[in-house]
């Protein structure tokens, strides 16, 4: 490939503020300069800004090499095995910066396996190079801070203007490189309102099978980031428009899911909802609160099955879990740091109707009572708990303590509302005290 040449688009025409270039992304720039190396802005942050977007992070690429990176920086470290790259640290935040590298078509030794996936991609490579190795058109603009131009090598901004999201090359290959390029046309399309073309959608649908041995490690990552960017509701019908549903979470029903997308009747579209909004408004969302909405559907189900059949309620609830989780993690692994707190959240839904004796404030003081109580709070919006229940913890949480107690009393007339263990205990169990449903 010969070398091509860059359109530079100017700040006129671009309209990026440089002020809202992070001042550190800028400064390890500079010092790449002065060393006598290219150094520029590029990928999503260059896209955002020109969406005028708050960009998430500012990555930086190079004609340095790692070894000639690091040493410009008091704190700095080389990562990496697949590709390395330098990460300055300022305080709290981390600039990426990455050497140039050229992606499989421009290289012809770059290993790949018989399908075509790539396993190694640590070639060094031109800065054009760099830019066409890149997934889409609009995530391989670059940014130089000397006379903050854009450049482009790939018809990136006129896709951006015209809001479309192209592959960069072709689409099939580019795939069957790595599948999950396909989530992250998804991700994008979403996130920022892309269109994409009829082609592009059916050769997405029709290659959706490459996902299906893709690491689970990597699957889940990229799927938090499917829930997490804002627009989660759009995601989820893109990937029931795909037929991505119950190929990265075997448990769901996808055709009963994606109905209820349009009037945002399952718990799970609520909680998307949700997600969105605490998003918008700049709030932390946590992972094992969405995976728990999005798996409650068939664990509630094996749960129900279970209590049928005499199980006991919390040894149904957990065996449901465990199933459930196990057959999730035959596509997107959860990572136990979240199935935990997730089996909590679930598990609670079962203690919250009884609040009797002390149950109550220690329930209260369980670290995981918030998200079972927002948790609460979806199924009693989707009519599966009593709203009544819902409000009573509401109320439960903003009163004092005598109130509380008188609270908690007002729950059994006659009963002094102390522990009452073994009069419980005796009582007969009442399956439909426990039920979820
Ligand atoms: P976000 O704002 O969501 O982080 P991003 O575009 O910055 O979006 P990253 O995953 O942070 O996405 O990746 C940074 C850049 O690296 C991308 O803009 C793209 O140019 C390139 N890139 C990332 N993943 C791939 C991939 N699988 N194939 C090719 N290029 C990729
Ligand atoms: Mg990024």
Redesign the pocket.
Known sequence: MSKPEARRIHRDQHGINPEYIDRHARSVIETLLDAGYDAYL????V??LILRKK???F?VATNALPEQIAPLFRRSRIIGKRFRLVHVRFGREVIEVATFRAGADLVDDLETTDAGRIISDNVYGEEYEDAF???FTI??LFYDIRDDAVLDYVGGFADLQSRKLHVIGDPEKRFRE?A??ML?AIRFSAKLDLTLETDLVNTIKRLSYLLEDQSRARLFDEVI?LLQ?GAAVKTMSLMCEFGFVEMLFPPLDQQRLCETLNDCSSLLCRALKNTDKRIRQGKSVTPAFMFAALLWEPVRQRYEELLARRVPPITAMDKAAMEVLERQAARVIVPKRFSVPMRDIWTMQLRLPRRGGRRAFSLLSHRRFRAAYDFLLLRCEVGEEDPALAQWWTRFQEVDETEAVAMVRALQPGKTGGSSRRRRRRKPKTRQANKPA
């Open positions: 590029v990928g999503g942050c896209r955002d960009p998430k992070d990555d190795r890149r997934d995530n391989a790595d999950v390029r992250r980031k960017g």
